[in-house]
C-alpha cells in the first residue's frame, strides 16, 4: 500500500500496465463539438414552476384550551423540493 502511495504521490506509474489509463489521455471530446451544446445553454437548467397552494382553514376550537381558532388561510409550495429541467424537459424555455 506504501509503495502505491509513493507511486502516486511522485507521478511515477505504479507498474506497466498502466498506460492504458493514463490520466492525460485524451478519452473525451469537446463539449462545444456536440450537436445539442447550444441547446444547453438556452434550456437546461431552468426552474421548473412550482405552484403555490392556498389552503383555507375555517373557525374551529383548540381541544388543548377548548378557545376558538379564527379564520386564517395557509400558503404553501405543491412540491417539496425545487425542481431544475434537463435539456430536453421544458418547452420553449417555460
Known amino acids: 500500500m506504501k509503495e502505491n502511495y509513493d507511486n ?4 511515477s506509474p ?15 471530446r469537446q463539449l462545444e463539438n456536440d ?3 447550444s441547446m444547453v445553454n438556452e434550456f437546461a437548467y ?13 373557525p374551529h376550537r383548540s381541544e388543548l ?3 376558538v ?3 386564517y388561510s395557509v400558503s404553501f409550495p405543491m412540491y ?12 420553449n424555455g417555460y
Open 8 to 11: 502516486h504521490t511522485s507521478g
Open 65 to 67: 384550551n377548548s378557545v
Open 80 to 91: 417539496l423540493k425545487v425542481q431544475y429541467s434537463l435539456v430536453g424537459d421544458v418547452v
Open 14 to 28: 505504479a507498474n506497466s500496465s498502466s498506460e492504458d489509463f493514463a490520466p492525460n489521455s485524451n478519452i473525451g
Open 35 to 37: 450537436i445539442n451544446y
Open 46 to 58: 431552468k426552474r421548473i414552476s412550482n405552484p403555490e397552494l392556498k389552503m383555507f382553514i375555517y
Open 69 to 71: 381558532v379564527p379564520a
